[in-house]
């Protein structure tokens, strides 16, 4: 089994390259892990650097001592994927911003699409995009990243737009082929730069919104013949990506 993961603010060490986890993460370490002595573990700070450790002591309930190994860095993938997710409803958003960071996005973005029956607003927004951020924190640690995804702030429709027209590719999951959709399997894709993917609320995307998405350079596909929903369209068109660019080579 593969070392678990421990997120870091800093590598600091002692004078004989001893480092000591505490705080949450250290109780995690010593109380739910139950690490000992010479079992491996792995520090990151969650933006690429990570250490390789082994442990030396615990002390308490929440300070685990280990030896640290080499600072290394690892260098972002290529070509980069955003996904934009709509807000779903209840808890299915953690669910998705779980699932994808497991998967390999890069970044995911909140949207407030017109037709997304949750809306983040004020003091419940806030909260709503803590959770998510800490989703991604948890399941980048679960799936043994070093570089967890970024959650971006909540965008509405035109910011999404803006973030489109920037992109190497620019994609729109929509169920409606009878709109001219493209299969999302067969689209070319960059070997670089960042590939942005817009997936819908459960009442789908609508029509000026899809509007305003092409007039900024996106493009329309779908992904088979089943209509996925919002919470797992995004990890299902993540792997499709991850697979084609390369990154699971």
Same mark, same amino acid.
């Given at each position: 089994m593969t070392a678990p993961v421990f997120l870091v603010e800093h590598f600091d060490t002692d004078g004989e390259g001893r480092h000591v986890l505490d705080g949450s993460e250290g109780r995690h370490a010593v109380s739910v892990k139950r690490l000992h002595s010479g079992e491996d573990v792995v520090l990151t700070d969650g @933006?690429?650097? #990570? /250490?390789?450790? *082994? =442990?030396?002591?615990t002390e308490g309930k929440d300070r685990l001592i280990v030896r640290m190994g /080499? *600072?290394?860095e690892e260098a972002a993938e290529e070509p980069r994927i955003t996904v934009v997710q709509a807000l779903p409803k209840g808890d299915r958003g953690e669910l998705a911003v779980e699932t994808m960071t497991e998967t390999g996005v890069d970044a995911i *973005?909140? $949207?407030a699409a017109s037709r997304c029956i949750t809306q $983040?607003?004020?003091? #419940?927004?806030l909260k709503a995009l803590a959770k998510w951020r800490a989703t @991604? #924190?948890?399941a980048g640690k679960q799936s043994r990243r070093a570089r967890f995804p970024e959650v971006a702030d909540a965008m509405t429709t035109k910011? =999404? @737009?803006a973030l489109l027209a920037k992109a190497d590719l620019a994609a729109v999951l929509h169920e409606d082929t009878a709109l001219g959709t493209e299969p999302f399997a067969t689209a070319a894709l960059p070997a670089s730069g960042e590939i942005v993917l817009v997936v819908g609320p459960e009442g789908g995307i609508s029509a000026e919104e899809v509007a305003l998405f092409t007039e900024a350079g996106a493009r329309t596909f779908h992904l088979g013949r089943t209509v996925l929903r919002t919470s797992t369209a995004g990890t299902v068109a993540t792997a499709l990506l991850l697979a084609r660019t390369g990154r699971w080579s």
């Open positions: @933006a690429g650097r #990570r /250490a390789d450790c *082994v =442990v030396l002591a /080499a *600072v290394t *973005v909140p $949207w $983040w607003k004020g003091e #419940r927004g @991604a #924190r948890e910011q =999404v @737009a």
